[in-house]
């Protein structure tokens, strides 16, 4: 049995979980509404304040399901009553970003600004060489935050570029002349 899939989720108070027919999940709470068509195979159930996932047999396929349905539930129902965030940073002489309502402006040493718009449902915010990207869908918030980050990716020799917050940059040492 997989040690994820078999895990109950508790559900919180003031979110309220529908599980329509196509294993169709729509978790509404707090902060707002996730909808989500999970794997057909999996047998969703919710039993007074739990929701439990199970598998109909254990074929390698419905092994992996299981733990995926269940964690994916998981994230809506997080999502929607505390939200996700994600934090970037930017390192570099003359690389810094601003917003002007949804538009997202990364100068980062190219002959041109890069103009960047807020998916919806998704909310950025320029702290000082900090991005934070916020929203309800963990999906949705690592997506937007890895299109910030491969405007330009952290290089290794000065460590110039965007970066994760959390992100450990290997650094090389530079070139050394001859004489």
């Known amino acids: 049995m997989s040690r994820i899939g078999r895990m109950p989720i508790a559900i919180p108070d003031g979110v309220i979980v529908t599980i329509a027919e196509n294993n169709q999940v729509t978790v509404k709470g707090p902060k707002g509404t996730l909808e989500r068509v999970l794997p057909a195979e999996m047998e969703i159930r919710q039993e007074g304040a739990e929701i439990l996932v199970s598998r109909p047999n254990d074929l390698k396929k419905m092994k992996s399901l299981h733990g995926l349905t269940r964690t994916l539930i998981n994230n809506m129902v997080i999502g929607v009553t505390q939200g996700y965030t994600k934090e970037l940073e930017i390192n570099g ?14 100068t980062l040493g190219y002959s041109h600004p890069v103009e960047m718009t807020d998916p919806e449902g998704l909310e950025s915010v320029v702290d000082g060489n900090k991005i934070i990207v916020k929203g309800i869908d963990k999906e949705k918030v690592g997506q937007y935050a890895a299109e910030i980050r491969s405007k330009r990716k952290p290089e290794p020799y000065k460590g110039k570029g965007i970066k994760y917050a959390d992100e450990v940059i290997r650094r090389k040492v530079g070139k050394t002349g001859k004489k």
């Open 93 to 106: 002489v003359g690389y810094r970003a601003a917003k002007s309502g949804k538009k997202l402006t990364l």
